[in-house]
């Protein structure tokens, strides 16, 4: 599981006030920093820290998330959709990097 | 969301009886639609065969898990799915070919190949699994290394592969050449193993339904391999789960891709002649 891709599926229309069930899943290890390779040394961490949703820039959800979450972390929430747009999907990592994802919704 | 049943199993556990337990956690009524296609998860069972129905193990697991393969989405399996698809076109090897260059895409030329795993391989003289069909492309033709048995680059492509059977029913051959392998499987699914001396059969075959202390007990079909575990989350392939399970008896077991594991893979997938493939299903 080297690679780290986010997946997201978002409907590519909907009605002006519509909600709209949006779902994501990022394949992560998660990697809690509890467990110890075959040699006795710890594994170091490295999780997603933060997930974020915006919509034409203003955040929809934010998420922590914890050692204890699992691997592939999926997220489902709802969304009213005002107007055309684009929604912007951010995952931070433990190491800074941040992985993102963008999906464009029309009205109609 | 705990349904009256449940509820009454957990009651029953808190009075510290000791109850057959009740299949509460599945439900066994459901319909698997998978993207709008409806899967055979219900098969009647064939003169001579030694169950009444056959079932597929999604049957078995919670109303949770059920709905997570009911959606191409949900379902974690496509992560790997897709991370075969791009090894699909991606160059490997002195051959400078890819799987692409010789099979195209892969939803034309792989459709079907699955359901008829493992089958007699004429040149080589032996059964092959998926596998070793693979790995005869990666050495031969592509002149790249081979995969290993049941890890992730392998898993995940055997796990491509077998998507394009998706609905389609399970028909192994086990006539002909392969009847002696048949056979050994045969023998292998009904040898106790291990300190605690148990065959696949005493699970699967005679308890089916039943609870194995947390766990309930499916009729062990392969229909859904490789499959998706919650447990390890990742995904899992026929042989690896053979392994998992011999050693659970706490026997010396055989190596996934050994020609015991390939004739079991043979006969256990006979025992799901009908049953639609599920590949990649989830499991728990």
């Known amino acids: 599981m080297a690679k780290i891709k986010p997946r997201v599926k978002v409907p590519s229309k909907a009605e002006a006030g519509e909600v709209i069930t949006i779902k994501t899943l990022i394949s992560h290890p998660m990697e ?77 | ?147 290993k048995w049941a890890k992730a680059d392998m898993d995940a492509m055997v796990a491509l592969i077998g998507l394009q059977s998706r609905g389609m029913p399970m028909s192994v051959k086990v006539d002909g050449p392969a009847a002696e392998y048949f056979k050994k499987g045969e023998e292998i699914y009904y040898t106790r193993f291990g300190q605690l001396e148990l065959s696949c059969a005493n699970c699967h075959e005679d308890n089916y339904g039943n609870m194995i202390r947390a766990d309930h007990l499916s009729q062990g079909q392969i229909n859904g391999f490789p499959t998706y575990r919650l447990k390890n989350t990742k995904l899992n392939s026929i042989h690896a789960r053979f392994k998992g399970c011999i050693r659970d008896t706490r026997a010396e077991t055989f190596s996934p891709g050994s020609e015991e594991f390939r004739a079991l893979e043979l006969y256990v997938a006979w025992r799901g002649q009908g049953l639609s493939i599920e590949t990649p299903s989830v499991r728990q």
């Open chain 1, 32 to 108: 809690s920093g509890q467990r110890k390779d075959k040699s006795g040394n710890p594994i170091p961490r490295k999780i997603i820290n933060k997930f974020v949703a915006s919509f034409n820039g203003q955040e929809v959800i934010s998420a922590d998330l914890a050692p204890a979450v699992s691997s592939n972390p999926y997220f489902q929430f709802e969304a009213k959709v005002p107007e055309a747009g684009e929604f912007l999907f951010q995952w931070t990592d433990d190491d800074g990097s941040v992985y993102e994802a963008k999906k464009k919704i029309k009205i109609g």
């Open chain 2, 1 to 147: 969301m705990f349904k009256a049943s449940q509820k009454l199993a957990i009651a029953a556990l808190a009075l510290g009886a000791l109850v057959s337990a009740p299949a509460a956690w599945a439900d066994e009524e459901a319909d698997l639609i998978i993207n709008g296609e409806k899967m055979d998860i219900r098969v009647e069972a064939p003169e001579g065969h030694p169950l009444d129905e056959i079932l597929s193990g999604w049957i078995f697991r919670t109303d949770e898990t059920q709905a997570l393969e009911t959606d191409d989405f949900d379902n974690p399996s496509f992560i790997f799915v897709e991370q075969a698809q791009e090894a699909w076109s991606t160059v490997e090897g002195e051959a400078g070919k890819s799987c692409e260059s010789c099979h195209g895409d892969v939803a034309e030329s792989m459709k079907g190949v699955r359901a008829a795993m493992p089958k007699y391989n004429e040149q080589a003289k032996d059964l092959w699994s998926l596998e070793n069909y693979i790995n005869s492309c990666r050495t031969e033709r592509m002149q790249a290394k081979p995969w």
